[in-house]
């Protein structure tokens, strides 16, 4: 029996294992605690080699709004696998279905640690709902309610 101090962490194969993304549009790289039913901490490294930023913008490159959120999205959909104890397969897909109060604070670039937290504020009908955060060094740079839902492909 785990201590109650002790995380829950998933390396790059685990991840792997409950998202169907792949390179370029994986985007969580470790999960570093989560607790089924509750929450997810993970983090996404931002390198200046993600094909993004060769066009947002070459001089000042800046990930993408879109891409944050959908860094969260992902991990939601780790967190809900997780809690399902269940991993996607070729007949359903995880979808995020709506997304509501979303703001940017500030903008994460090349040598940022993108930090992901998503906490399950209910589920309903079969669609989750999550509260969202990203920060970089303590710093919130995104915030959101994600909706969530498993749906045959």
Known sequence: MAQENELNTMDIQE???????RYPFLLVDRV???KEGEYLKGYKNVSFNEP????????KPVMPG????????????ILAFKTTQSKPTGNTLYYLVGIDG???KQ?????????LEVRVKKKSR?????????TVDGKMVASAELMCAEREA
């Open 126 to 134: 079969g669609v989750w709902k999550f509260d969202a955060e990203a």
């Open 15 to 21: 991840v792997m294992a409950h998202l169907p993304h």
């Open 52 to 59: 993004y930023f060769q066009g947002h913008f070459p001089d």
């Open 32 to 34: 570093v605690d989560y």
């Open 66 to 77: 879109v891409l944050i959120i959908e860094a969260l999205a992902q991990a939601t959909g």
């Open 107 to 115: 903008k994460v670039v090349p040598g940022d640690q993108l930090m």
């Open 102 to 104: 979303t703001r940017f």
